[in-house]
């Protein structure tokens, strides 16, 4: 079985962890988020959720890993078994599988962009060039299904690859390259920024804390950027959690994760807006800011090719080591269910997710308007399955959650956890209240977004996911009695 494997070494699963969290979400998504929600005080709220929510779910998600030594959907099993819990906790690991399948099918094309643009920058086609010529640019590249097929099956084959050769030579081997190099490759564009852009009008557009400037929708945002950094709810963690050695702490794990996730993401706003405010761009201008903002930015700029270049392969870099963390559980599960070899697993997980990848291909293009999706659900199929995503993680999240806060025992936890009686008590707070309640805040907002006829199947989860934390509840209270 696989989960007889074990990281080699105990920081292996921290360099793991970090590379399934930083990816397009710090690289793309926490900049143009920052930059349309007004700078400091989106960071503010977004630190604060990190402590509060991210990490004793990390914690939590980590611990169910460990403790089952087995993929996400066969490790709940086993733990809904021998904690007496309703068979409705396995719905952990089945959200958890269906959220990295899902994830994977977009998340490959979005990422394979990065392939285009590495070459364009490169080559040198983009110096010189005028924000009516870039922007025309991306607009051909995102016109071209073919283009945009052969980028999404490129990227996905080298993330096969990779887990294909297995936990050890494959995945293990590969981060120990791939995450200095990436940090490296960082600093250098950090560098490269402050000698060529405006890096005070960065800091202080970064670091300037005004509250007053954040609506109720950037809160929102902050709180969910802080979830989905750490790639939380979507079986990653739990199935890298099953390699962690026994003797290795949770607690500082989660913490020097999270603290390297968030440091990447502020390295790399700061790269960014130096940038941007340096070529006198607009910091708020939303998804578009990695693929047309900064390649006017570079287009401007000294050598701004060859370090545009360098930049769009640290994101490529990136985009590999979280979706390689996105195959691994389902390829687990498949090796553990089916004893499929791991080359068969991963085959027919990135087969699978390629192919539905190709819908989103075609939601920008061929489908762009009038398509049965945009009739059905009044939405692209690329937005109505990214929608699913945004429903599953946090929901999956949330009874992480109160699973490991409800479910398992004092001792249990303090064997896992090896730590203070204070600190158990604040994570375990934590985890039972706040941070079920701040998911739950963030998730419940999607649900004016869905489509009237989703919506008593989502309360149906919510009532299940109740009586199930109730009855669980009972149960352990029985345990520890």
């Not at 399934?20 to 400091?40: D, M």
């Not at 402590?51 to 403790?67: H, K, N, S, Y």
């Not at 285009?116 to 991306?138: C, E, K, P, Q, R």
């Amino acid at each position: 079985m696989s989960t007889h494997n074990v990281w080699t070494h105990k920081g292996t699963f921290l360099l793991a962890a970090v590379g399934s969290a930083v990816g397009l979400g710090n690289l793309w998504r926490f900049p143009y988020l920052t930059g349309e929600n007004g700078g400091g005080a989106f960071i503010l709220v977004y630190a604060l959720t990190i402590f509060a929510v991210g990490i004793p779910i990390l914690i939590a998600e980590t611990m169910l890993g460990r403790a089952s030594r087995r993929s996400p959907i066969m490790g709940m099993r086993f733990l809904t078994r021998t904690h007496q819990a309703s068979r409705a906790w396995e719905s952990i690991g089945w959200l958890g599988a269906a959220s990295a399948f899902l994830i994977l099918s977009f998340y490959s094309v979005i990422a394979g962009w990065a392939i285009h643009y590495t070459w364009l920058m490169l080559t040198g086609s983009l110096v010189g060039a005028d924000a009516a010529t870039i922007g025309a640019g991306f607009d051909v590249l995102l016109a071209s299904p073919g283009l945009l097929t052969l980028y999404h099956t490129l990227f996905i084959i080298a993330s096969g690859l990779i887990v294909g050769m297995g936990i050890h030579k494959g995945i293990e081997n590969g981060l120990r390259i791939m995450m200095p190099a990436l940090f490296v490759i960082l600093l250098v564009v950090l560098a490269y920024s402050i000698a060529n852009g405006d890096f005070a009008a960065a800091a202080s557009f970064l670091f300037t804390f005004n509250l007053a400037d954040l609506s109720l929708e950037g809160w929102l945002q902050a709180m969910g950027q802080s979830f989905f950094t750490l790639s939380l709810g979507m079986g990653a963690i739990m199935a890298y959690g099953a390699y962690m050695a026994s003797d290795a702490s949770l607690s500082r794990t989660a913490f020097a994760v999270a603290f390297v996730d968030t440091a990447v993401a502020m390295v790399a706003g700061l790269a960014i807006f130096s940038l941007v405010f340096g070529a006198g761009l607009d910091a708020g201008a939303g998804p578009g800011l990695m693929f047309v903002t900064l390649p006017l930015a570079f287009a401007e700029m000294p050598f701004g090719g060859l370090i545009g270049g360098v930049f769009f392969i640290l994101v490529l870099g990136a985009a590999i080591s979280s979706s390689i963390s996105l195959i691994e559980p389902v390829a687990a599960f498949l090796v553990e269910r089916f004893d499929l070899t791991r080359p068969q697993a991963v085959f027919v997980m990135v087969v699978a997710s390629w192919a539905l990848g190709l819908l989103t291909v075609i939601s920008f293009n061929t489908w762009a308007e009038g398509s049965p999706f945009h009739a059905l659900f009044g939405r692209s199929a690329f937005d109505f399955i990214e929608l699913l995503t945004n429903i599953f993680m946090p929901l999956g999240g949330m009874l992480i959650a109160l699973f490991a806060g409800w479910a398992l025992t004092h001792s249990e936890v303090m064997k896992e956890m090896r730590t203070g009686e204070t600190w158990f008590q604040v994570w375990r707070f934590l985890v039972r209240f706040v941070a079920p309640a701040a998911v739950a805040f963030v998730f419940l907002r999607t649900i004016p977004q869905v489509e009237g006829y989703l919506i008593p199947t989502l309360g149906a989860l919510i009532i299940v996911g109740a009586f199930a934390a109730s009855r669980t509840f009972l149960a352990g209270n029985r345990q520890e009695q």
